[in-house]
């Protein structure tokens, strides 16, 4: 399985970070080059230290129970998001990259991002990426 | 003849994708033929563990449940 599998990870609230880096470990897990393109408040999430600082954020339909669900989770010791990314990255060939108009939009440079990420890049290098592969958007 | 089992890892209480992230990075470290045994309490293991290893050749001896407990037995390619 070596299709590339390329995500536009466009939300920033950390069920759907959750979600992006799950399956960005299981497609890594079986082989697949992942390419990640980081996009508005998926961008915003990747902020140098924003994973230690930063109350947990929800999508709208979480509601108070689906927050108490994820605290728990949480609180069980489920592996957080930047986590299961960074064990992606060491057991597969996984690509973060921010879009460049989004670096603009947020007024970032490359030395205010996560180390995760590996650059800056517009969205003809992603399609570049994504070639023929699948396009997963979140 | 049996083969002995070559590591053992305990991903037991570990959210999915974690004990197939686990066993990967476990599987990277033995050479071919050696046989890894994992134990998992994720419900999703069962299927998880049988498409890891049809899509990256390693062969799963066994797979089979005890009080909650999956166990999985793989051979790397």
Redesign the interface.
């Known amino acids: ?1 070596d299709e590339p599998l390329a995500i536009t990870l466009f939300s920033g609230t950390d069920d759907k970070l959750q979600a992006a880096a ?1 399956l960005t ?2 497609a ?4 697949r080059p992942v390419h990640i393109f980081l996009q508005y408040w998926g961008l915003e999430a990747f902020r140098r230290n924003s994973a230690e600082c930063r109350e947990t954020r929800l999508a709208p339909e979480a509601g108070a129970a689906g927050f108490a669900a994820v605290e728990a ?1 949480a609180a ?4 957080s998001w930047r986590e ?1 990314l960074e ?2 990255k ?3 060939d996984v690509e973060i990259q921010a879009c460049s108009l989004s670096m603009d939009l947020l007024h970032l440079t490359e030395s205010d991002l996560d180390p995760l990420v590996d650059g800056v890049e517009g969205v003809t290098a992603f399609w570049l990426a994504a070639s023929s592969g699948q396009v997963v958007f979140i | 003849m049996t083969i002995e089992t070559a590591q053992t890892l305990d991903a037991r ?6 004990p ?2 686990k ?3 476990a599987m ?1 470290g033995l050479v071919s033929g050696q046989l890894l045994e994992v134990r998992a309490t994720d419900p999703g293991s069962v299927k998880d563990f049988a ?2 290893a049809q ?2 050749g390693n062969v799963l001896l066994e797979s089979n449940v005890q009080d909650g407990v999956y166990r999985f037995v793989l051979r790397k390619k």
């Open positions: 399985m799950v470990a299981g890594a897990a079986i082989g989770l069980a010791g489920q592996a299961t064990q992606a060491a057991i597969g | 209480h570990l959210s999915c994708p974690m197939i992230i066993t990967a990075i990277k498409a890891w899509t990256t």
